[in-house]
T-cell receptor, first 117, second 112 residues
Framework: DTGVSQDPRHKITKRGQNVTFRCDPISEHNRLYWYRQTLGQGPEFLTY????????KSRLLSDRFSAERPKGSFSTLEIQRTEQGDSAMYLCASSLAGTDHSGNTIYFGEGSWLTVV | AQSVSQHNHHVILSEAASLELGCNYS??????LFWYVQYPGQHLQLLLK??????LVKGIKGFEAEFIKSKFSFNLRKPSVQWSDTAEYFCAVRGGGFKTIFGAGTRLFVKA
């Protein structure tokens, strides 16, 4: 399977602990996105990378959240000092920038479920 | 700021009924429009997209959507639904910038 892969798929953590999620985008995709989805809502944009550069961050991304894409391939999303409100599905998506609009179509991974207890 | 509104949160239909899910967006410039589907236990998948040209776009599994610029709408349609269409459907818009903004979703349940 050469789709977007995310790890772990499920994470249960105690409040106050740090968690890290990893995303491997579709091979050769230079754009990578993180979204968050809670029950009954659509995906909410968190941040965007073009290659290794983080070009946009949502105001939803508090200081406790940090994302990296050090070599322009895989990405990590770390949440420090987790709170119960952080419980959600964290989705990674990728796309390939081109000369047309094709790079505007994003492809999602299966997501990482976070439960903070 | 961009936003997307999906009118129906839950829709229940019998098999063979026709489907129309409403989607309106807020953005004054050129947009790319999408419908994604999430089947139970699966990840979000692209159903169809509109970038330019013919405002009536066809996607997978017999779905189509019509872009009406004057109404800022991009409604999803299917003439005859099947039980396997039970899923959650998300409308999304990408205007200026890098973000694709999603609606809250519509849960469709098709009765066999």
């Amino acid at each position: 399977d050469t789709g977007v892969s995310q790890d772990p798929r499920h994470k249960i953590t105690k409040r106050g602990q740090n968690v890290t999620f990893r995303c491997d985008p579709i091979s050769e995709h230079n754009r990578l996105y993180w979204y968050r989805q809670t029950l009954g809502q659509g995906p909410e944009f968190l941040t965007y990378f073009q290659n290794e550069a983080q070009l946009e961050k949502s105001r939803l991304l508090s200081d406790r959240f940090s994302a990296e894409r050090p070599k322009g391939s895989f990405s990590t999303l770390e949440i420090q000092r987790t709170e119960q409100g952080d419980s959600a599905m964290y989705l990674c998506a990728s796309s390939l920038a081109g000369t047309d609009h094709s790079g505007n179509t994003i492809y999602f991974g299966e997501g990482s479920w976070l439960t903070v207890v | 700021a961009q936003s997307v509104s999906q009118h129906n949160h839950h829709v229940i239909l019998s098999e063979a009924a026709s489907l129309e899910l409403g989607c309106n967006y807020s953005y004054g410039g050129t947009v790319n429009l999408f419908w994604y589907v999430q089947y139970p236990g699966q990840h979000l998948q692209l159903l169809l997209k509109y970038f330019s040209g013919d405002p009536l776009v066809k996607g997978i599994k017999g779905f189509e959507a019509e872009f009406i610029k004057s109404k800022f709408s991009f409604n999803l349609r299917k003439p005859s639904v099947q039980w396997s269409d039970t899923a959650e459907y998300f409308c999304a818009v990408r205007g200026g910038g890098f973000k694709t903004i999603f609606g809250a979703g519509t849960r469709l349940f098709v009765k066999a």
